[in-house]
């Protein structure tokens, strides 16, 4: 079983920044691969960010959906066991409930990571 809690959500301005965290817990070891998914308003849940660990502190390249590429950044605390999104120039149409997944492949498919943590919400007024 694994574990995961997120953290950091809020209400931010149109073309504010936050940062959203999410410590894992439990047999971390058998699941490599963390990534960060959102659901907008009356949406299905949908892909933002993913990366694998690949031994010691290496971590592969991130896999990022194209909607937040250039503003949104996946890393990884491998000794904290946490996962990071920073969040930078946020839309109002970033508005959505967070979620930080764990997994075994390295996909944008929800179906395919097996934990999950219970969601942040992150609010960006106009």
């Known amino acids: 079983q694994v574990q995961l809690v997120e953290s950091g959500g809020g209400l931010v301005q149109a073309g504010g920044s936050l940062r959203l965290s999410c410590a894992a817990s439990?047999?971390?070891?058998?699941?490599?691969?963390m990534g960060w998914f959102r659901q907008p308003p009356g949406k299905e849940r949908e892909f933002v960010a993913a990366?694998?660990?690949?031994?010691?502190?290496?971590?592969?390249?991130?896999y990022t959906a194209d909607s937040v590429k250039g503003r949104f950044t996946i890393s990884r605390d491998a000794a904290k066991n946490t996962l990071f999104l920073q969040m930078r120039s946020l839309k109002p149409e970033d508005t959505a409930v967070y979620y930080c997944?764990?997994?075994?492949?390295?996909?944008?498919?929800?179906?395919?990571?097996?934990?999950w943590g219970q969601g942040t919400q992150v609010t960006v007024s106009s």
């Open positions: 997944a764990s997994g075994v492949r390295l996909t944008r498919v929800p179906g395919d990571y097996n934990y």
């Open positions: 990366t694998r660990w690949i031994g010691g502190s290496g971590y592969t390249a991130p």
């Open positions: 439990g047999r971390t070891d058998s699941n490599d691969v």
